[in-house]
Nanobody
Framework: VQLVESGGGLVQPGGSLRLSCVTSGVSFSLYDMSWYRQASGKQRELVADIDFGGRRNYADSVKGRFTISRDLAANTVFLQMDNLKVEDTAVYYC???????????WGQGTQATVSS
């Protein structure tokens, strides 16, 4: 199983980034897919998830600004981040968790920095 994130970078406040997580060895019908983030000196936190049935949930801090989606044919999960704030600066991680809790996998992370 592999999860490979990309799309991070440096953006000004109010800007946008689109993160991608290309997966291999993961069936979206069996796995809940999530994006987490970890800011420097802070604990990792859940940002958004999309379950095996396509239902979405978001952290309150990103509701209305971030959108999680998936492309079944491309085995890819996306996180569209709009109206970015300085406090969104973090390393963003892709996570795949089996719906029965049998196992889970993490990507290596991608850095998103919001700064003027």
């Amino acid at each position: 199983v592999q999860l490979v994130e990309s799309g991070g970078g440096l953006v000004q406040p109010g800007g946008s980034l689109r993160l991608s997580c290309v997966t291999s060895g993961v069936s979206f019908s069996l796995y809940d897919m999530s994006w987490y983030r970890q800011a420097s000196g802070k604990q990792r936190e859940l940002v958004a998830d999309i379950d095996f049935g396509g239902r979405r949930n978001y952290a309150d801090s990103v509701k209305g600004r971030f959108t999680i989606s998936r492309d079944l044919a491309a085995n890819t999960v996306f996180l569209q981040m709009d109206n970015l704030k300085v406090e969104d600066t973090a390393v963003y991680y892709c996570n795949a968790r089996h719906l029965l809790g049998i196992n889970e996998y993490w990507g290596q992370g991608t850095q998103a920095t919001v700064s003027s």
